[in-house]
């Protein structure tokens, strides 16, 4: 398996350079197929760059854009759009978020469980699946529909612990795009509606790789009360003069967010535990030196790695710049958020503040995300106009 990502902003740049003449009409026609690992040319192998904002949402549509007519590039656009829809559709609801973190953690790993994860099911789709992810950290999205599908109504284990295994795992793995996945799949996001893995599907969209016997034939939803949205908040002031700027994994091109009249003096960035893959926790170090490197350049301001994302490091280092506020790109609903809530008390005891800055596509996109994709999607050729 060659599939390989390099963490970096010009990686990914040159990434969407490659795809851009793909990105119409042949990729509308040929994006569902899976042809297996090192044979990716039908796709735009964007994910893990966007995941981590190297490249963001916006300046891929609009490259895409001043190569092709909407109209021909509409199906990658809308793609690229879930990405927003998802983190949008979370922030209004967050307690979705914590329950999945608690009951993915309570839940027990059984045999059959263990079976799944390292592809010994004896269903050879499955198994060459859970061996490609653990492998190269990535899959076909059409792949992982399919896999959801057989986890859940075939295996018959639970979705959040399926959603863990992929987010564990994804070099691409966003928090809200990877738990509302799995909750489509399993019928929690569109009430009523399941995804069902079908053989022939399979068989079709893998060009004769996987010959599957059937699966499950049926697949109830899962009962769930439905979740009323909150408000999005609205943008914090930013703060004027001398600041530190802290990265964090969920967004590493600062240079393109409006600072206002903030000074950056110094410049941060600190990850999280590494709880993930090696390969993951490796993927997300890298692109955050890089993100250091790159922005202590562009904002002429000494860059520091200060390990663990925690208050007494950043304390410390807010103390060593004397810095009262330190502003950070915002980080959606996720474990980098969970700890930048849980550290905001303690830094402003010491006096900092910590202001997050919202993109302004984020802005507009997300109180959009209310209700379901189709609603979402006729307000996307407003978003990229604005």
Request: with cysteine.
């Amino acid at each position: 398996m060659t599939q390989t990502f390099t963490p970096s902003r010009a990686a990914g740049l040159a990434a969407l350079e490659a795809f851009l003449p793909q990105a119409g009409r042949r990729y509308a026609e040929q994006r569902n197929f899976d042809h297996g690992p090192g044979a990716r040319t039908n796709i735009s192998l964007l994910s893990p760059y966007i995941r981590y904002r190297l490249i963001t949402e916006h300046e891929v549509i609009a490259k895409v854009l001043a190569r092709h007519r909407f109209a021909d590039a509409e199906k990658f656009v809308q793609e690229v759009c879930w990405r927003t829809y998802w983190k949008g559709w979370l922030e209004m609801r967050p307690s979705v978020w914590a329950r999945y973190q608690v009951e993915a953690e309570d839940m027990a790993r059984s045999a059959d469980y263990a079976a799944a994860c390292a592809g010994q099911t004896g269903i050879a789709c499955f198994d060459a699946w859970a061996a490609e992810l653990v492998e190269t950290g990535y899959l076909h999205n059409h792949a992982r529909m399919w896999f959801a599908s057989l986890w859940i109504f075939t295996l018959g284990l639970p979705w959040q612990l399926g959603a863990d295994f992929f987010h564990h795992h994804l070099l691409d793995g966003d928090p809200a795009s990877n738990t509302l996945s799995w909750r489509w799949v399993a019928g929690l996001q569109t009430a009523g509606k399941t995804y069902l893995a079908a053989a022939d599907n399979i068989a079709k969209y893998t060009g004769g790789r996987f010959n599957p016997a059937p699966f499950a034939h049926s697949a109830g939803p899962l009962p769930e009360a439905p979740v009323a949205p909150m408000p999005i908040a609205a943008n914090a002031p930013l703060p004027d003069g001398a600041v530190g700027l802290l990265l964090t994994e969920e967004d590493l091109n600062p240079e393109s967010l409006k600072l206002g009249e903030a000074d950056i003096v110094a410049v941060a960035a600190a990850a999280l535990p590494p709880s993930r893959a090696p390969a993951v926790n490796a993927f997300a170090k890298a692109a955050l030196a890089e993100g250091l490197t790159r922005s202590a350049a562009k904002f002429r301001a000494p860059g520091e790695m200060l390990g663990m994302l925690g208050a007494e490091s950043l304390i410390a280092w807010a103390a060593e710049h004397e810095l009262e506020a330190i502003i950070t790109p915002y980080a959606p609903i996720g474990p980098v958020r969970d700890r930048l809530d849980a550290m905001a008390p303690t830094l402003a005891a010491a006096g900092i503040a910590l202001v997050p800055v919202r993109r302004a596509w984020d802005t507009a996109a997300w109180p959009h995300a209310g209700k379901g994709f189709f609603a979402f999607k006729d307000k996307i050729p407003g978003l990229i106009s604005g």
